[in-house]
């Protein structure tokens, strides 16, 4: 029988660090040793966490076990003909892109992170610039292999234990442990994106563009101004690219047209006192960026075009101590317009307008059980932490997506009750229902789950 590996009490938090709990930890360094935890270790619950960019408690399990996988992340193999990869689910989409994009294959669908796990991009169902295109993770993903709580090995794909494979889909974690799995690529002319910039007056001009469009566009996102008011709220800079082909590119880079310049990367050392996250500030902050961002194309690095907040390593210290909060809210497309109004108006009156608000459309959502996206328009708004008051205010914005038939993100979240998610995600039963054929005891747990009651009995 293989020795458990010990673990140890320590603390784990989000990448908002505002939810800080303890735990005990569990570093496996192969499948054997990750079998035995999962099916032996004496905390009530386990729960897999990847490199702990989820923003809440998704990928924390208060007083229970914390499995941390970042040992199992190897490459397993990758058919350059048909561009599928297999690998653990502990690789990084950095590690992904830095092996595959100087070849010409580039990850179909990518959050606004390169720094996320395969296997904590699969439990999220990540989406990102591209989704009213291209959909979810899901739908690059061939196939996986699921530890479960029994500490079977099972593969899940649209075929073979369709139920597990739809229910980890978006399911945070909780069906168990991903072990490895299979991607196609995308092939892609350049590491350069064609980028055009429009500026949009207000809300209404900005989703006439992005919902009219967006389709002429591989890849589509906006920063949306949230302390503008009156005509011209919901003012937009609409940042809209389609990969470049090599012979679209500047004679000086055609000759190697995926090469990836190395990205400098500026630091946050400490937390910035709350001072700076002033109403004076945080307007010329967001004066400056409208003025920068003049209408025209560009050319793009990819790196730049997807990834900019990258570039700052811990960035959320901008947001002091307390931490930053994120708010990532979808509505159908029928009440979007109504509904984003409602919420930028709510809060450009709290004047706890955010620095950084992100406006994409969604297409039709897929067959995951709790994943997020809809067709429609999300918009996600980050808040420095300033307690009570900005509850209150996220409070009121539940309810303005609840009214409009929207839901919120559960990568992003860290205090939605637990009636209001069982509304805005309606085939919570059903997920229910496949977690019970394979992890009754509920083996596999975590303080999301406990706090939205998914687990029943929490």
């Known amino acids: 029988m293989v020795t458990l590996p010990r673990g140890r009490l ?3 938090s989000g990448w908002s660090r505002h939810v800080v709990e303890p735990c005990t930890l569990y570093r496996p360094r192969n499948l054997d040793e990750l079998a035995a935890i999962v099916t032996r270790a004496p905390t009530r619950s386990v729960l ?7 923003y809440g408690d998704a990928a924390l399990n208060r007083d229970q076990g914390l499995i941390l996988h970042q040992e199992l992340n190897r490459f397993l193999s990758f058919d350059p003909e048909s561009g599928i990869l297999e690998c653990e689910a502990a690789v990084s989409l950095s590690e992904i892109i830095d092996f595959l994009l100087p070849r010409g294959f580039a990850l179909p669908v990518t959050p606004g992170t390169r720094f996320v796990s395969l296997g904590g991009a699969i439990a999220a169902d990540i989406h990102g610039k591209n989704h009213h295109r291209d959909g979810t993770i899901s739908g690059q993903l061939l ?5 479960t709580a029994e500490g079977k090995v099972l593969r899940c794909s649209r075929e073979e ?5 739809w229910a980890t889909l978006g399911g945070m974690g909780l069906t168990g442990a991903i072990l490895e799995a299979r991607l196609r690529m995308r092939r892609v002319g350049s590491a350069w994106v064609h980028s055009t910039t429009t500026r949009c007056a207000n809300l209404e001009q900005a989703l006439s563009r992005i919902l009219e469009d967006d389709d002429r566009y591989e890849y589509a996102v906006a920063w949306v101004d949230c302390l503008a008011r009156g005509r011209s709220l919901g003012r937009s800079v609409l940042l809209r690219a389609n990969v470049a082909a090599a012979d679209s590119l500047p004679a000086a880079l055609r000759s190697e047209p995926h090469r990836v310049k190395p990205a400098r990367r500026l630091g946050v050392p400490f937390d910035f006192p709350s001072v700076v996250l002033n109403p004076i500030d945080m307007r010329l902050f967001n004066e400056a960026i409208w003025l920068v961002h003049r209408e025209g194309e560009t050319l793009a690095g990819y790196q730049r075009y997807f990834y900019p907040l990258d570039a700052i390593q811990h960035w959320s210290r901008i947001y002091g101590k307390r931490g930053v909060l994120q708010y990532q809210l979808v509505l159908p497309r029928e009440t979007c317009h109504a509904g984003l109004s409602e919420v930028l108006e709510r809060t450009v009156a709290s004047r706890r307008g955010s620095f950084l608000a992100v406006l994409k459309s969604t297409g039709p959502e897929n067959s995951g059980l709790l994943s997020f996206p809809r067709e429609g328009a999300s918009l996600a708004l980050d808040f420095a932490n ?4 900005l509850f209150a205010l996220l409070d009121a914005l539940d309810e303005i997506v609840l009214r409009h038939g929207g839901r919120v993100y559960l990568a992003k979240d860290c205090r939605l009750p637990a009636s209001h998610f069982r509304a805005m995600y309606p085939r919570l039963a059903q997920f229910r229902e496949v977690k019970a054929r394979y992890d009754p005891e509920w083996r596999f747990s975590s303080s999301l789950a406990r706090r939205l009651q998914i687990q029943e009995s929490a």
Not at 161 to 165: G, H, S, T, Y
Not at 386 to 389: K, T, V
């Open 386 to 389: 300033s307690g009570r008051e």
């Open 161 to 165: 234990n369709a139920d597990l494979f």
């Open 10 to 12: 320590g603390t784990a």
């Open 143 to 147: 196939d996986f292999r699921l530890l």
């Open 48 to 54: 897999s966490r990847g490199l702990g960019r989820s």
